[in-house]
């Protein structure tokens, strides 16, 4: 079994709808991270949140939000979504008791926004 | 502002040869660098990590130079396969950043037989 998993693998929604997007790990991490990829302008950080209590907006959280529900769980939504958050979405986690802090990242989330 | 560089065009290169990738950047005080892959609709799988107090990083066939003059990382591929074919991003974690990356935008490699 894959150890980050991400839910939905590919959605399709409309302008002004609420999206939710899941990502679960069983790597035991305390870390985890959103991110947005688009062409041309790499991977870019959303949020993190480095335990349970601890949430922070990362480079471009405008239209976001985010819930840390577990160690194991954390959710990015999209209160309302617009065209320009069609993109990739990946959930990572890392282990801060490792030095290398070595990233993690699930399969992805292909979401389009019509 | 802070910048990180990778060229945007694909590399083709044929296979035995050695690739060699090129992450530049700019304004940051870098505390690591890091190396991962990316097969198309996958997610970014690491590679090699290189601290800023050290020069070079081997792994098999891979190897990562970090010059914190130059402000530059070379990636390199030795003996280089199809298999190698993917993306290559690089990312920086900055010193006192928390351990949050920040990832260049990535070059594609191809290698033909």
């Known amino acids: 079994d894959a150890d980050v998993t991400q839910t939905p693998r590919n959605r399709i929604t409309k302008t002004g709808k609420r999206i939710m997007l899941e990502c679960s790990q069983t790597?035991?991490?305390?870390?985890m991270y959103w991110y947005r990829q688009d062409p041309g302008l790499g991977l870019r950080l959303i949020y993190y949140?480095?335990?349970?209590?601890?949430?922070n907006k990362g480079e471009i959280s405008d239209g976001y939000s985010v819930s840390r529900q577990a160690q194991a769980k954390f959710s990015l939504s999209l209160e309302s979504a617009i065209p320009n958050q069609t993109a990739l979405y990946f959930c990572?986690?890392?282990?801060?008791?490792?030095?290398?802090?070595?990233?993690?990242f699930g399969p992805g989330t292909r979401l389009t926004v019509l | 502002s802070q910048k990180i560089e990778q060229n945007s065009e694909a590399l083709n290169i044929q296979e035995g040869k050695t690739a060699t990738l090129t992450c530049n950047y700019t304004?940051?005080?870098?505390?690591?660098l890091q190396w991962y892959r990316q097969d198309p609709g996958r997610g970014p799988v690491f590679l090699l990590l290189i601290r800023e107090n050290e020069k070079e990083k081997r792994k098999e066939r891979l190897k990562v130079t970090f010059d914190t003059t130059l402000k530059q990382s070379l990636f390199h591929i030795t003996a280089s396969q199809p298999a190698d074919s993917a993306t290559y991003l690089c990312a920086l974690a900055r010193t006192g950043g928390g351990n949050k990356l920040t990832f260049g935008t990535g070059t594609q490699l191809k290698v033909e037989l």
């Open positions: 949140s480095f335990d349970v209590k601890d949430i």
């Open positions: 990572a986690t890392s282990d801060p008791l490792r030095s290398t802090d070595t990233q993690y």
């Open positions: 790597k035991g991490h305390d870390r």
């Open positions: 304004n940051y005080s870098p505390a690591y």
